[in-house]
């Protein structure tokens, strides 16, 4: 194989000429002292600072020495039932681990297995050294544009030595000199008295919905019996419409109105077809692109680099204005705090009913009977003529003082 590429053979050494170095001006330093000013020190001028009043009001706590009660409604209100505990539904564990030994081997174990490495024969060309008798130029652009100046000493700002104040610490805070407490009275309890500890009822499990919104009575529905099917005697007539009216008495097969091919017998294979003889490819030039014509006339002069701000922008002193806010006027006295909430006037305590499941007769419902599962079956005195879907239900468990009211739909 020729180690010749198109590298090689279309680019070939040119001769270099040494790169001429542009000699610079030589650096003449300012003889002109920095006034080292900037513009916060310009701008911002220092102001007589004075102690801001706090805003905060005292604090008004009181001490209080009696016992907080620690019983929330949810366990007031809320009492356990004494029900037998109901057994989950599970389903039987059939399931049995196989007695063979996994093999743990995979599909892609079983019908890939592993080959052995090919040895393939490189034909790659050798890389031979290129010998070149012209020097390398170690010469670059940081070498010839690159002007070592002097190095001035560096300026060490002398900081200004430390003067403690000699105003004693007076040890006061904020909270020291304006929050101070203010007696008041203490806040009365307006929480209703919990329910005697002897009485153990259940939660009556009865809602608005259940008491207002009865069942409407439903009307039987009205099924109309199904026509019985009945086949027909005659024998059908498997005739479509064009094998019974289109029978083409006078009908014969289509004669072919194309010539029949001749057959050439040479040897020469006839590449030519239709669309070479008729379709010839016409002599056609390349149009030139439409290009619109410049209209922007870039200018002649170098950018002046003058944003808009430093040509028109003028500095103006600043102008101190004066404020409108009205001044504090201090903390107030020894005000008594208002002891009425939105709780206070808006709560009204209810009684609490007992619960219908705990009678052995409900009031308010009449017996009917009994159904297959045993449960007992009430309905409204009010509604005693009229048939329902929405009927009580009494479940008798084991223990005959505990029963649950449930409501079907």
Known sequence: MEGLTTSRRDFGPHKVAPVKAHQYDKFVPSEENMDLLTTYKKDYNPYPVCRVDPIKPRDSKYPYSNKMECLPTYKADYLPWNQPRRQPLRLEHKYQPASVRFDNR???????????????????????????????????????????????????????????????????????????????????????????????????????????????????????????????????????????????????????????????????????????????????????????????????????????????????PPINTKSCKPRWSGPRGNVPVEGQTTYTISFTPKEMSRCLASYPEPPGYTFEEVDALGHKIYKPVSQAGFQQNNHLSVDDSENPSQRELKVSA
Request: aromatic share 10%.
């Open 106 to 316: 995979t599909t892609h174990q079983d019908d890939y297995p592993i080959k052995g490495l090919v040895k393939t024969m490189s034909c790659k060309p050798l890389a031979m050294p290129k010998l070149c008798n012209i020097p390398l130029e170690d010469v670059t652009n940081y070498k010839m544009s690159y002007v070592a100046h002097p190095v001035e000493k560096r300026f060490v700002h002398e900081a200004e030595k430390f003067r403690p104040c000699e105003i004693p610490f007076e040890s006061l805070t904020t909270h020291k000199q304006s929050y101070r407490g203010l007696m008041g009275e203490p806040a009365k309890s307006l929480k209703p008295l919990a329910r005697p500890p002897g009485l153990d009822m259940p939660f009556s499990n009865t809602t608005e919905f259940r008491d207002k919104y009865q069942a409407w009575p439903t009307p039987q529905m009205f099924s109309k019996a199904p026509i019985t099917y009945v086949p027909p005697e005659d024998r059908m007539d498997l005739l479509t419409t064009v094998q019974a009216h289109y029978t083409y008495p006078k009908g014969a097969p289509a004669q072919s109105c194309r010539p029949a091919p001749q057959i050439r017998k040479s040897g020469r294979f006839e590449g030519s077809s239709t669309t070479k003889d008729d379709y010839k490819q016409w002599s056609s030039m390349r149009t030139e692109p439409v290009k619109p014509i410049p209209q922007l006339d870039f200018p002649t002069e170098p950018l002046d680099c003058l944003t808009t701000t430093r040509a028109h922008y003028v500095p103006h």
